[in-house]
T-cell receptor
Framework: NAGVTQTPKFRVLKTGQSMTLLCAQD?????MYWYRQDPGMGLRLIHY???????AKGEVPDGYNVSRLKKQNFLLGLESAAPSQTSVYFC??????????FGPGTRLLVL | AQTVTQSQPEMSVQEAETVTLSCTYD???????LFWYKQPPSRQMILVIR??????QNATENRFSVNFQKAAKSFSLKISDSQLGDAAMYFC???????????FGKGTHLIIQP
C-alpha cells in the first residue's frame, strides 16, 4: 500500500513550457486535491475532484488545468509555465468526510 | 469563506518541556473538522491530530492534545515532553465537511532546544 504518490519529485521548466504532474492513490478514495505551497504560506487549494470525470476550481486555479480520467489518478497540467508558478505542489486524497492523506510533494522551479 | 490564523510564526521550547501552539479560525459552517499537520524538513505533511467540531471532548494522541474552544473559535495544540523529532512546521487547518479542500494557516515553526 503506497498511499499517495507524486511524479516527478523535482522539475525545472523554462517560462512558456508545459508539463503534467501525476498523482496516484491506491486507497480507493473518492476525493482528490491539488495544493501549492509557497514560502511563508500554508497550502492553498488549486483544483479538486469528487470522483472520476469530475473536477472543480479551488482558491488559486488560474494557469492550471486538471483531469481525473481514472479514480486513482489526478493530473495537474501547466500549459504555459510562468515564474509565479514556482512552488511545491502537493496532492492529497480522502474518503468523504475523512482525513486528507498527502503525497510527498513535487518541487517545481520555473526559470 | 473560511480563514485560519496562526499568530506565532516561530516558537522555541526546551527538550522535555511543554509548548502550546495557537490557532484561531472563522467559518460559517455548523459542521466542520479541525486538524493539526506537521511538516518536517522532508516536506511530508503528517497528520498530528483531528477534532470534529460536534465533539465537546478534546482530542488527544499520545503527547499531543488540543484545547478546542468552539465559542471562541480557538484550536490550540499542546505538545508535552517535547522531543527533538518534534521540530517542524506545524499547520492548523479547517475543513467545512463538504467536498472542497482544507484551508490552512500560515504555520508555526517549532524549534526544540536540546
Amino acid at each position: 500500500n503506497a498511499g499517495v504518490t507524486q511524479t516527478p519529485k523535482f522539475r525545472v521548466l523554462k517560462t512558456g513550457q508545459s508539463m503534467t504532474l501525476l498523482c496516484a492513490q491506491d486507497m480507493n478514495h473518492e476525493y482528490m486535491y491539488w495544493y501549492r505551497q509557497d514560502p511563508g504560506m500554508g497550502l492553498r487549494l488549486i483544483h479538486y475532484s469528487v470522483g472520476e470525470g469530475t473536477t472543480a476550481k479551488g482558491e488559486v486555479p488560474d494557469g492550471y488545468n486538471v483531469s481525473r480520467l481514472k479514480k486513482q489518478n489526478f493530473l495537474l497540467g501547466l500549459e504555459s509555465a510562468a515564474p509565479s508558478q514556482t512552488s511545491v505542489y502537493f496532492c492529497a486524497s480522502t474518503p468523504p468526510a475523512g482525513t486528507q492523506y498527502f503525497g510527498p510533494g513535487t518541487r517545481l522551479l520555473v526559470l | 469563506a473560511q480563514t485560519v490564523t496562526q499568530s506565532q510564526p516561530e516558537m522555541s521550547v526546551q527538550e522535555a518541556e511543554t509548548v502550546t501552539l495557537s490557532c484561531t479560525y472563522d467559518t460559517s459552517e455548523s459542521d466542520y473538522y479541525l486538524f493539526w499537520y506537521k511538516q518536517p524538513p522532508s516536506r511530508q505533511m503528517i497528520l498530528v491530530i483531528r477534532q470534529e467540531a460536534y465533539k465537546q471532548q478534546n482530542a488527544t494522541e499520545n503527547r499531543f492534545s488540543v484545547n478546542f474552544q468552539k465559542a471562541a473559535k480557538s484550536f490550540s495544540l499542546k505538545i508535552s515532553d517535547s522531543q527533538l523529532g518534534d521540530a517542524a512546521m506545524y499547520f492548523c487547518a479547517i475543513h467545512g465537511g463538504g467536498a472542497d479542500g482544507l484551508t490552512f494557516g500560515k504555520g508555526t515553526h517549532l524549534i526544540i532546544q536540546p
